[in-house]
């Protein structure tokens, strides 16, 4: 063993990086890196990267077995099975890893051959960048896609709509990027992945810290929104759900031992860390797995899938692949009704069906039960009762048209009979949202963001974009910690009526034998919405009990929209307070003013060192909401500026000439929320304005006075 002076130790690495300099400096081109990257080379890369991607999927389907065959699931195992990608999603994930998993082999190439300097991208011809495209799967991407010459429907999917870019808004493409990822390494690695990392001159602080220093609230400490009911907090979740759905990763769907154990950040483990006072520190941290990415063949930057169609379609009714659409029909007739349960109805009421597929997590939410989670067009039906009850409303009312265009055109078949039910509810979906939620959300700043309709424009991108995914998760602050059913009279429904919430989480059997889904709707027309204030974030029932059915602690829902912030490269607070044209406080005294409350700011301050670093959720949830709305600044920004690309960029939007003719179009305003729950439910006593807080019985009118959507317009001669 030699030994070395500290000085000539010194010299010796100096040397060697001179050395490594002139191997990989100036006389080094990147067309001389051919040797290093020869298409066989690259082509046994790949076939190890498909390898190692498939031998992750196929331990992470056994894992989900062996947690269905032991009967037991933790919270983790519930959220994680729901966003499982399932289908053309799955395969557009695994390709998607595929290409990572190749790049990440590469990078160690090319470190391990001294051209550490050197981006994969610049040591890649075009002629490999084609081939890693084609090998992983990748190039179905740019396949080109052909579309009839003229549809008087949409596709299921969303292709087509746009007729220039034929896949622009479609199912299991990328998010729109609205503002560069930012990433550790620049491609794919979250911020905050590698510990002690300086972001601005601050290390990031842990989320967990964050949600419990800033979101936390006591549940007994949330305060009423005295405006709105919680059919206005149910009825964001049903839109967010039809626009944008983000899976897991298949290579982590069901988390593996070491995302328990570890909190090392080994992709697609990225776990949450508890800080030394939280009172969770016990644990190691909890379990978080990243969303599946899309192929990126571009730049080979990681972005985040939407499994489902951009726009708003009710693809929470029919899907958002063809295969899935065919799965819902009823397959016995062709009359083009959507499948109902065969086992229970709700009093002779339709339900919907099961999921018997093998992944149905809901048999463990009761196990005496063995009730499986429900179908629908959205695999999220489940996730909570209130959601569950407006897929069986929506499931009906499609029934209804159906019949009800039978007996007007009695030469229709079944597919037209499906069309155009379908037509009509996504119709339907499109003017409550727009006509009736908004407004309430934006408040006085609607009309900036979402002027009066002009008209389709095909040079608009529609697609939902990243930052509006996270952004529209607002919503979790308007959240009730307790579920509200009400019987007839509209008083709580027993033992039943009055249930913390994490109890109503994938148990779709407390529909089928505690009242149906009547209770749930009268819960939520005359329950209050919980009212998003700087000090009542999140209540204590999202914060440290979600999905907590068994005696595993719960998630921390704050905590998780965080880190998913960070895991999609998001830019933070600041920058997006940039791109929307607002300030951009860069001290105390500046950030206290655009927040109106000193002791808030404080705090931010103390917990990432620099307005830079404050992550997108957590500072626009903490603005004070604009004048008669619900949100602040900058998500009215975002949230209004997504709308109105969804509107004018729908080559379908029901407003648009030619789409519905002017009678048609007279009969779609008279519908309401109130007329679609008193048409497929037993209530015979609503508000006009479901969305607003209304009291029983003086703001309750008879269905008999709510207005009818006349057929009449849909008849046509044989």
């Known amino acids: ?264 950040f080994k992709p697609p483990c990225f776990p949450i860390k508890f800080p030394t006072d939280d009172p969770r520190s016990s644990q190691s941290c909890m379990p978080f797995i990243q969303s599946a990415s899309v192929c990126n063949t571009r730049t080979f930057t990681r972005e985040q899938l939407n499994a489902v169609s951009s726009f708003l379609d009710a693809s929470t009714v029919y899907g958002s692949e063809d295969a899935v659409a065919k799965s819902i029909r009823n397959q016995t007739n062709q009359l083009g009704l959507l499948a109902v349960n065969q086992n229970f109805t709700d009093e002779g009421l339709e339900l919907l069906p099961f999921d018997n597929s093998a992944t149905s997590i809901c048999i463990l939410s009761n196990k005496t039960m063995n009730i499986p989670c429900f179908k629908a067009g959205d695999r999220r039906v489940s996730e909570n009762l209130g959601l569950s009850a407006l897929h069986t409303v929506f499931l009906r009312q499609h029934n209804r048209l159906v019949k009800q265009l039978k007996k007007l055109n009695p030469h229709w078949d079944g597919e037209k009979l499906y069309q155009e039910s379908r037509k009509i509810i996504g119709a339907i979906v499109q003017i409550i949202t727009y006509r009736d939620y908004l407004p309430l959300l934006l408040g006085e700043e609607t009309s900036k963001w979402i002027p009066p309709y002009r008209g389709y424009k095909k040079n608009l991108d529609p697609r939902i974009s990243n930052v509006f995914a996270l952004a529209f998760r607002f919503g979790h602050t308007t ?40 209770p749930l709707i009268r819960g939520m027309v005359l329950s209050h919405a919980k009212v998003m204030k700087q000090n009542q974030l999140l209540p204590e029932e999202l914060q440290n009990h979600l999905f907590e059915q068994t005696q595993v602690m719960g998630l921390d829902l704050a905590a998780l929209n965080l880190q998913r912030g960070r895991d999609h490269g998001l830019p933070g607070y600041i920058a997006w307070r940039q791109f929307c044209g607002l300030s951009q406080p860069e001290n105390l005294k500046e950030l206290s003013k655009v927040l109106g409350n000193y002791e808030q700011a404080k705090k931010f301050m103390k917990l990432y060192g620099t307005t830079e670093n404050i992550d997108l959720w957590i500072g626009a949830i903490s603005e004070p909401a604009v004048p008669q709305g619900r949100v602040g600044p900058l998500l009215a920004c975002i949230i209004g500026t997504q709308f109105r690309k969804l509107r004018d960029g729908d080559r379908f939007w029901w407003e648009r000439r030619g789409i519905f003719t002017p009678q048609q179009l007279r009969a779609l305003r008279k519908i309401s929320l109130s007329r679609l729950i008193c048409d497929n439910t037993r209530i015979k006593k609503i508000p006009r304005e479901v969305f607003k807080v209304n009291s029983y019985p003086e703001d309750f009118l008879d269905c008999k006075e709510i207005d009818k959507l006349n057929l009449s317009p849909w008849e046509e001669e044989p």
């Not at 009839?148 to 949409?154: C, I, L, N, V």
């Not at 896949?167 to 002690?196: C, K, M, Q």
């Not at 005295?226 to 759900?241: E, I, N, R």
């Not at 989480?505 to 407390?510: D, E, G």
Request: hydrophobic fraction near 35%; include cysteine; proline fraction near 5%.
């Open 1 to 264: 063993m030699f030994h070395f002076s500290p000085g000539i130790k010194l010299g010796i690495i100096l040397l060697g990086f001179i050395i490594t300099l002139c191997l990989v400096g100036t006389g080094d081109s990147f067309a001389d890196n051919s040797e290093m990257l020869s298409d066989s080379s690259l082509r046994k890369s790949i076939k190890k990267a498909r390898k190692m991607v498939d031998m992750a999927y196929l331990q992470s389907r056994r894992n989900l077995k062996k947690t269905l065959e032991e009967n037991f699931a933790s919270p983790m195992d519930f959220l994680k099975i729901l966003r499982d990608p399932v289908g053309r999603t799955r395969s557009a994930a695994r390709f998607a890893d595929y290409l990572e998993t190749t790049l990440k082999l590469l990078r160690i190439k090319l470190q391990l051959s001294g051209k550490w300097r050197y981006n994969v991208t610049d040591v890649l011809s075009r002629k490999q960048k084609k081939m890693i495209s084609t090998e992983t799967g990748c190039s179905y991407q740019t396949h080109p896609i052909k579309c009839p010459e003229s549809d008087k429907y949409r596709s299921i999917s969303g292709e087509c709509n746009n007729r220039k870019v034929s896949h622009l808004g479609s199912s299991n493409r990328a998010f729109a990027r609205w503002l560069p990822g930012l990433y550790e390494d620049g491609f794919s690695v979250p911020r905050g992945a590698t510990a002690g990392k300086m972001f601005n001159g601050f290390p990031l602080p842990l989320v967990r810290k964050v949600s419990n220093e800033i979101a936390f609230t006591a549940d007994e400490k949330i305060t009423h929104d005295q405006d709105l009911s919680l059919a206005f907090m149910h009825w964001g979740q049903w839109v967010t759900h039809d626009i944008e759905f983000t899976p897991v990763s298949g290579a982590g769907m069901n988390p593996s031992p070491q995302c328990r154990s570890s909190c090392a």
């Open 479 to 518: 959240i009730q910690p307790f579920l509200s059913r009400l019987d007839d009279n509209y008083q709580p429904l027993g033992s039943f009526g009055h249930i913390p919430l994490r109890f109503s989480l994938s148990a779709p059997w407390r529909i089928l034998t505690e009242g149906g889904i009547d």
